[in-house]
């Protein structure tokens, strides 16, 4: 993307904006289609003051955002919530722009709601028909364009790049040199950073929920609660809840990671189920309908698939192959060709 300084005639100002005005400082951008947009600094022609929550212990997050009507009235003016009990819960961090004060660049007025208290700082910028509202910050280099949408209570910062049709919301983070683009959900506690990249239908949200390293989440996968790291990937219409998946590892297909971890090249895909803190690592793949469960290991360059199970602290390594209806538990390790027929035979207790 090229940029260059101009100036140019400054775009109209609603009446009743009393939130901003445009100076004379502008920027021509070009997006990845060609496309120029001129961008304009803006200054804060009003003080405006934005609240974030800081969670100590617990969550109430959405007892205190069916609240945010009566934020006056809520807060005493160290950031503290008025009701006792929330008092050693629940820490504000209050942010304020000053009258006078500089903000970033965006295209038109409609890229930042003037009704509500969101903000675009340093020299981030916002164009095309993406906007930000509600209680949200824009800011260092951070881009949102496309029909991007940033509100509630997140935030877009770094180098990150928010466009397309993608929605970053609640008390979520966008930071980083991460891109977030499709019609991706980024919501709840998550944090997408480093390079990751989030594109496609995807979404990802819950709390203590990151994606991070050079992961990828894409397509129509769900990731919530989770970490996903390194040079992971989540794909098709898995779903990734309450896990870790990291190093190169890949999840996708209708594939289910459920409190569990998969790392190292593991491959989890077709209608797999890995839950119940189970761990899938090294070579290893569980594909088809198979089910790796309650604590049970597979790992090296060891194969789970059609309709076998492998669970209660059971395990499968080296080339073990575990397939057609085999069933594994009761902490008994195997080895070789499992099938239905030899499961009980070569199976064995490590």
């Given at each position: 993307?090229?940029?260059?300084?101009?100036?140019?005639?400054?775009?109209?100002?609603?009446e009743?904006?009393?939130?901003?005005?445009?100076?004379?400082?502008?920027?021509?951008?070009?997006?990845?289609?060609?496309?120029?947009?001129?961008?304009?600094?803006?200054?804060a022609?009003?003080?405006?003051?934005?609240?974030?929550?800081?969670?100590?212990?617990?969550?109430?997050?959405?007892?205190?955002?069916?609240?945010?009507?009566?934020?006056?009235?809520?807060?005493?003016?160290?950031?503290?919530?008025?009701?006792?009990?929330?008092?050693?819960?629940?820490?504000?961090?209050?942010?304020?722009?000053?009258?006078?004060?500089?903000?970033?660049?965006?295209?038109?007025?409609?890229?930042?709601?003037?009704?509500?208290?969101?903000?675009?700082?340093?020299?981030?910028?916002?164009?095309?028909?993406?906007?930000?509202?509600?209680?949200?910050?824009?800011?260092?280099?951070?881009?949102?364009?496309?029909?991007?949408?940033?509100?509630?209570?997140?935030?877009?910062?770094?180098?990150?790049?928010v466009?397309?049709d993608?929605?970053?919301?609640?008390?979520?983070?966008?930071?980083?040199?991460?891109?977030?683009?499709?019609?991706?959900w980024?919501?709840?506690?998550?944090?997408?950073?480093?390079?990751?990249?989030?594109?496609?239908?995807?979404?990802?949200?819950?709390?203590?929920?990151?994606?991070?390293?050079?992961?990828?989440v894409t397509?129509?996968?769900?990731?919530?609660?989770?970490?996903?790291?390194?040079?992971?990937?989540?794909?098709?219409?898995?779903?990734?809840?309450?896990?870790?998946?990291?190093?190169?590892?890949?999840?996708?297909?209708?594939?289910?990671?459920?409190?569990?971890?998969?790392?190292?090249?593991?491959?989890?895909y077709?209608?797999?189920?890995?839950?119940?803190?189970?761990?899938?690592?090294?070579?290893?793949?569980?594909?088809?309908?198979?089910?790796?469960?309650?604590?049970?290991?597979?790992?090296d360059?060891?194969?789970?698939?059609?309709?076998?199970?492998?669970?209660?602290?059971?395990?499968?390594?080296?080339?073990?192959?575990?397939?057609?209806?085999?069933?594994?538990?009761?902490?008994?390790?195997?080895?070789?060709?499992?099938?239905?027929?030899?499961?009980?035979?070569?199976?064995?207790?490590?």
């Amino acid at each position: 993307m090229t940029e260059k300084t101009k100036n140019r005639e400054l775009p109209k100002i609603s009446e009743d904006n009393d939130k901003f005005e445009f100076t004379g400082e502008s920027k021509t951008v070009v997006d990845k289609n060609g496309k120029e947009h001129t961008l304009y600094r803006i200054r804060a022609t009003e003080d405006i003051t934005l609240v974030r929550f800081i969670i100590k212990e617990g969550s109430i997050l959405h007892e205190i955002m069916d609240e945010l009507d009566a934020i006056g009235r809520l807060f005493d003016p160290d950031g503290w919530l008025w009701r006792p009990e929330d008092r050693s819960r629940i820490v504000t961090r209050v942010i304020h722009v000053r009258k006078g004060e500089l903000g970033g660049f965006i295209e038109k007025e409609e890229n930042l709601d003037y009704k509500s208290n969101a903000w675009i700082f340093d020299n981030a910028m916002v164009y095309d028909d993406a906007r930000v509202t509600g209680e949200a910050i824009v800011s260092k280099r951070a881009e949102v364009s496309g029909k991007a949408q940033v509100y509630g209570f997140a935030e877009v910062s770094d180098n990150a790049v928010v466009g397309e049709d993608a929605q970053v919301y609640d008390h979520s983070k966008v930071y980083g040199n991460a891109v977030v683009t499709g019609n991706v959900w980024v919501y709840d506690d998550a944090q997408v950073c480093g390079n990751a990249k989030v594109g496609g239908n995807a979404k990802v949200g819950g709390e203590d929920t990151r994606v991070y390293g050079n992961a990828v989440v894409t397509d129509n996968a769900l990731v919530f609660g989770s970490e996903v790291c390194g040079h992971a990937k989540i794909a098709g219409y898995a779903k990734v809840g309450e896990s870790k998946v990291c190093d190169d590892a890949q999840v996708y297909g209708n594939a289910i990671v459920d409190y569990s971890r998969v790392s190292g090249k593991a491959q989890v895909y077709g209608n797999a189920i890995v839950s119940s803190w189970a761990r899938v690592s090294g070579n290893a793949q569980v594909f088809g309908d198979a089910i790796v469960s309650e604590d049970a290991q597979v790992y090296d360059d060891a194969q789970v698939c059609g309709n076998a199970r492998v669970y209660g602290y059971a395990g499968a390594h080296d080339q073990t192959k575990v397939h057609g209806k085999a069933v594994i538990t009761d902490g008994t390790w195997t080895y070789g060709d499992i099938t239905e027929e030899n499961c009980v035979k070569k199976a064995k207790r490590p």
